[in-house]
């Protein structure tokens, strides 16, 4: 079974506000990192945040990460129409290379 | 950062024919990366490619499937042998960078299959 689970699958907001997404892992990770993908494209690297950091910020983005509870959430502020895509979660698991394991992503829509 | 392309970019194939896809990478990279997403879900990793040796393959993809090349640092294809339409999916190639001192991946375009 995949290593993340997103919620929510879908999410549907106004220009200018902000967005949250969550993920959810199971195991122990060396990092974890998040991409974004426009209308079945190729995936886009957004943030990555290790497994010792607890937020980093990249622009609009916020990523928090809680070990201790195996989550991480994607916070875009100020939404704009063009950030309309999916959101993936990916772990990079301790003990497993540098394979990237998904999760499930959120289908973000920002309307005008 | 790298530079992916992949060709094609779509393809609309019958079943029981094969399809090889190509990935180039404007620099040397050791890592090269193999995924198939299904319509409307995430992506599984199918295989590591490896320069110089066989394919990784991960749980569930096999080789006579999904034969895959490594011939030099910058190129790799995937093929998609005796297709049916369950194979119908976005392939991506990707390659593994560091960013950060930590190891992360930069994505082609993909190839979107439809298998009729």
């Known amino acids: 079974s995949q290593q993340g689970e997103e919620d929510p699958q879908a999410l549907s907001i106004q220009e200018g506000e902000n967005a949250t997404m969550n993920c959810s892992y199971k195991t122990s990770i060396n990092n974890l990192q998040w991409y974004r993908q426009n209308s079945g494209r190729g995936l886009v690297h957004l943030i990555l945040?290790?497994?010792?950091?607890r937020e980093k910020h990249s622009g609009r983005l916020r990523v928090t990460l809680d070990t201790s509870k195996k989550s991480s959430s994607l916070l875009i502020t100020a939404s704009r129409a063009a950030d309309t895509a999916s959101y993936f979660c990916a772990t990079v698991i301790t003990g497993g290379g540098n394979k990237l394991t998904f999760g499930t992503g959120t289908q973000l829509k920002v309307e005008l | 950062s790298a530079v992916i392309s992949q060709k094609p970019s779509r393809d609309i194939c019958q079943r029981g024919t094969s399809l090889t896809i190509q990935c180039q990478v404007d620099s040397q990279v050791t890592m090269m990366f193999w995924y198939r997403q299904q319509p409307g879900q995430s992506l599984t990793l199918i295989a590591t490619?490896?320069?110089?040796?066989?394919?990784?393959?991960e749980s569930g993809f096999v080789i006579d499937k999904f034969p895959i090349s490594r011939p030099n640092l910058t190129f790799s294809t995937l093929t998609v042998s005796n297709m049916s339409p369950e194979d119908s999916s976005i392939y991506l190639c990707?390659?593994?960078?560091?960013?950060?001192?930590?190891?992360?991946?930069?994505f082609g375009p993909g190839t979107r299959l439809l298998v009729l």
């Open positions: 945040i290790r497994s010792n950091e």
């Open positions: 490619a490896n320069q110089g040796s066989e394919a990784t393959y």
């Open positions: 990707s390659v593994g960078v560091h960013l950060r001192a930590e190891e992360t991946q930069y």
